[in-house]
């Protein structure tokens, strides 16, 4: 049984490029989860998602980030026109579809952003 | 404003040494609190605690959350030098019902042979 997915490992983008995060959750599970960890800081929450649908965007910057999920293939986290500040560590977690567990999250292993 | 505070931020300790690491809590719409262990890669789960005052245990690693003090400990007896890694505690919030963690900054632990 695969865990979480996430790809590219490291990612080395330009200012001003894009940045696509690709993950694929755990099988059976329908909630995806992203954290950012910057630096000397712990994982801070990002976005939740189920299929076609973003539940709660609440921890996203306003401008140049977003995120889906859709029906089919993995969730992927954009950011347009990337800066030396999103320079961090992208995780994705999943959890299964029931709510009494949804706090119980699966964690991929990360992709490494580095803006240069 | 919610937050989780890990303590001590880092921690060297001998082989065969019990560590006790350290989580407090703010967090105005808590469900559970989580332990990861977070090496080089992906954090891995060790526990999920939501009622006070059961130890929740797995081999050398032991757990336990206190609601009313709004705290939790992770104990790790006889340590090896595979226990060195970064330790990650987390708030389950319910404010949204969403699943939101909130993490604290971790205990980086290392274990010297």
């Known amino acids: 049984n695969a865990g979480v997915m996430q790809n590219p490992r490291h990612l080395v983008r330009r200012r001003g490029q894009e940045a696509r995060l690709r993950c694929s959750p755990m099988k059976g599970h329908s909630h995806v989860y992203w954290y950012r960890q910057l630096p000397e800081e712990g994982l801070k929450f990002m976005v939740y998602?189920?299929?076609?649908?973003?539940?709660?965007e609440s921890g996203m910057p306003k401008e140049r980030f977003s995120a889906e999920f859709p029906k089919e293939g993995p969730s992927i986290l954009r950011i347009q026109q990337v800066v030396r500040g999103d320079s961090a560590a992208y995780f994705c977690?999943?959890?299964?579809?029931?709510?009494?567990?949804?706090?119980?999250?699966?964690f991929g292993p990360g992709t490494r952003l580095t803006v240069t | 404003e919610d937050k989780v505070v890990q303590s001590p931020l880092s921690l060297v300790v001998h082989e065969g040494d019990t560590v006790t690491l350290n989580c407090s809590y703010e967090?105005?719409?808590?469900?559970?609190l989580l332990w990861y262990k977070q090496e080089k890669k992906a954090p891995t789960f060790l526990f999920m605690l939501?009622?006070?005052?059961i130890e929740k245990k797995s081999g050398r690693l032991s757990s336990i959350l206190d609601k009313k003090e709004l705290f939790s400990i992770l104990n790790i007896t006889a340590t090896q030098t595979g226990d060195s890694a970064i330790y990650l505690c987390a708030v389950g919030d319910g404010s949204s019902n969403t699943g939101k963690l909130i993490f604290g900054q971790g205990t980086t632990l290392q274990v010297k042979p």
């Open positions: 967090v105005t719409n808590f469900r559970s």
């Open positions: 939501t009622s006070s005052g």
């Open positions: 998602l189920q299929k076609e649908n973003i539940i709660d």
């Open positions: 977690a999943s959890s299964p579809p029931y709510r009494v567990s949804s706090y119980e999250q699966y």
